[in-house]
């Protein structure tokens, strides 16, 4: 088959320039495209030479249409307004788009799954192998202990710049807690203490944010009983995990029908008992 085109949008963020890089180091995929909004200092410029790799000959463009129209796969880390209106634009071309964007209303959810009636679409908070691996673990943990004994706690915390809370990680590690117990999140999570709160109920699930410096994403589960406490975490130390799961999730969809998938199913880790997952990694040169 032959290389896989690959578009980015919100070429010029911390991810873009990451996805860019990333593209250029995977075989089977190139960088065709690179999208950034309206207004944006950064038109006009090269991906490549932005991104610190030289020239790609690929121009930032505002225009979306006709770079998805020659494109086989979009990778999107960017607003949710803009995701939306990108899922739009990938249904009609037809083509892959990965969503890595966070923060994302019930409202937007809707319209992403509207849009993967007409191609494939892969969304998840974390697009990184160990967090995707951690959630499988989450679940097994919630659903081997009793909620009446053990208090799940989601700590996170990411740098100074990000604007949504709590992450899109600690949102799907919660899911995943649910999942465990056979409850809905919605229902059962506390996302916010402040004041004479009261005791804590049973089978909450809370979560707490911390924001500061660089720090690229750091996610705990605190399972906390009496006289003990299990803590399954991870840390996130360059953004090429996310960047390398985004391409590797491109490269899986390009042959699977319309639908709104998952990392865990790219992972093979909806279905596994004992994930495997050696030689899942792999780099040019
Ligand atoms: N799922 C995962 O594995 C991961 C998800 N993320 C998520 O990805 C998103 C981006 O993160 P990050 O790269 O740090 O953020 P940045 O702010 O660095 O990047 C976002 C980019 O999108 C651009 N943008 C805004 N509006 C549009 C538009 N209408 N069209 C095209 N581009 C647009 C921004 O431009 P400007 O700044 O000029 O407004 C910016 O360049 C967040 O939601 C974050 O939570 C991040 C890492 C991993
Ligand atoms: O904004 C970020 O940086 C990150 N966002 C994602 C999230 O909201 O969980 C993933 C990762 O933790 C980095």
Not at 54 to 66: H, S
Not at 100 to 108: I, K, N, Q, V, W
Not at 207 to 233: C, K, M, N, Q
């Amino acid at each position: 088959m032959s290389d896989m085109r690959l578009v980015v949008v919100g070429a010029a963020g911390r991810m873009g320039q990451t996805l860019i890089r990333t593209i250029h180091s995977i075989p089977g995929a190139t960088v065709a495209g690179a999208i950034e909004r309206s207004g944006s200092p950064h038109l006009g410029k090269d991906a490549g030479e932005l991104a610190g790799i030289g020239a790609l000959d690929v121009p930032i463009t505002d225009d979306p249409l006709p770079v998805f129209a020659k494109a086989d796969g979009v990778l999107d880390f960017s607003v949710p307004a803009a995701t939306v209106e990108f899922s739009g634009y990938a249904a009609q071309a037809r083509i892959v788009h990965v969503i890595g964007t966070t923060g994302c209303s019930p409202e937007d959810d809707a319209r992403i799954a509207a849009a993967a009636r007409h191609a494939p679409i892969v969304k998840s908070g974390n697009m990184s192998l160990g967090v995707n691996l951690l959630a499988v673990l989450v679940e097994q943990a919630a659903r081997a202990l009793d909620p009446e004994e053990f208090d799940i706690e989601i700590l996170e915390m990411h740098h100074r710049h990000k604007v949504d809370a709590p992450s899109g990680t600690a949102l799907l590690l919660g899911e995943a807690a649910a999942t465990g117990r056979n409850i809905a999140l919605a229902q059962n999570s506390v996302r916010v203490r402040d004041g004479h709160t009261g005791a804590r109920r049973a089978g909450d699930i809370g979560f707490a944010t911390l924001r500061g410096g660089s720090v690229v994403g750091d996610h705990s589960v605190v399972l906390a009983g009496a006289g003990e406490r299990i803590t399954l975490s991870h840390n996130a130390e360059d953004r090429t995990i996310f960047a390398r799961g985004a391409v590797k999730a491109a490269l899986w969809a390009r042959t699977r029908k319309p639908g709104l998938y998952s990392m865990r199913d790219v992972l093979g880790l909806s279905q596994a008992e004992t994930p495997v997952l050696h030689g899942s990694r792999q780099r040019k040169g």
